[in-house]
């Protein structure tokens, strides 16, 4: 199987403390992680190393970035290199998410260089990937990801492409409350799935943990988690409620 993936992304959320407390909750609730099954936690940059200190050797947990620069070094003030989270042990770091594509102007080409970096490192990164509302309307939302893909990914090879995790965003279903429906989610993520077994293989595609991120909560985490082809998710705002996370958790096939 496949590893099945709850991912946590805090955003620029919670306090140091806060964040203590959020996971010390989470990593101290009734949870059996499998080792089929990841739990990965993005915090903010400044939390990185207590996280991952207070995470310890919780097996199967980790702690991931929320983006990285897409140069080793150099006079990038404000920005973070994958060779200094590799430097503390980060295994993980989100690539591409549609708020930084949006806010911060992210290319394609800038996430395949980035995406470089972090297999450089032997990080995984989490790829995202997904369409904006106007995109869904004219119903060309299978053109628009497979060309995210296409631009960003399809550089690697096949050994190299079953090291990065991919998740679908649909970006109308970000903070909104609107969700997909689970019907919806396995279109996309088959259709993803497909793509990459047209460049690479289908056993490739097989091994290619693919991340639904759309407003996923405890409530509907088991219906979308069901899917053939949904890997598990890239939660936002319910990762930030310890009860709420645990349950997502325990949803993963």
């Not at 290199?81 to 998410?97: A, K, P």
Request: aromatic fraction near 8%; proline fraction near 3%; charge should be negative.
């Amino acid at each position: 199987m496949r590893k099945q993936i709850a991912a946590a992304n805090w955003k620029m959320n919670n306090t140091l403390e806060e964040g203590k407390k959020l996971l010390n909750e989470i990593i101290h609730s009734d949870l059996q992680v499998n080792d089929n099954q990841s739990v990965v936690f993005a915090v903010p940059f400044p939390y990185l190393i207590n996280s991952n200190q207070q995470l310890g050797n919780k097996p199967n947990m980790y702690i991931a970035a929320q983006n990285c620069h897409n140069k080793t070094a150099g006079a990038y003030t404000g920005e973070v290199s994958v060779d200094m989270l590799s430097s503390i042990n980060i295994q993980y770091c989100v690539i591409g998410h549609s708020e930084r594509r949006e806010y911060f102007s992210e290319s394609n080409q800038l996430l395949a260089e980035k995406v470089d970096r972090c297999l450089s490192k032997s990080i995984t990164p989490i790829f995202c990937c997904g369409e904006p509302l106007a995109i869904r309307e004219d119903e060309i939302q299978n053109d628009y990801v497979a060309a995210q893909l296409n631009d960003s990914l399809f550089h690697l090879d096949g050994e190299a492409i079953q090291k990065v995790v991919i998740a679908y965003e649909p970006i109308w279903a970000i903070g909104t409350g609107k969700t997909a429906s689970a019907e919806q989610a396995q279109q996309m993520h088959s259709h993803i799935r497909s793509v990459l077994a047209n460049k690479f293989g289908d056993e490739v595609a097989g091994n290619i943990s693919i991340l639904y991120g759309g407003s996923v909560k405890g409530a509907n985490a088991s219906e979308i988690f069901s899917q053939p082809d949904v890997d598990g998710g890239l939660v936002g705002g319910a990762s930030l409620i310890a009860t709420e996370f645990v349950q997502i958790i325990k949803a993963l096939k």
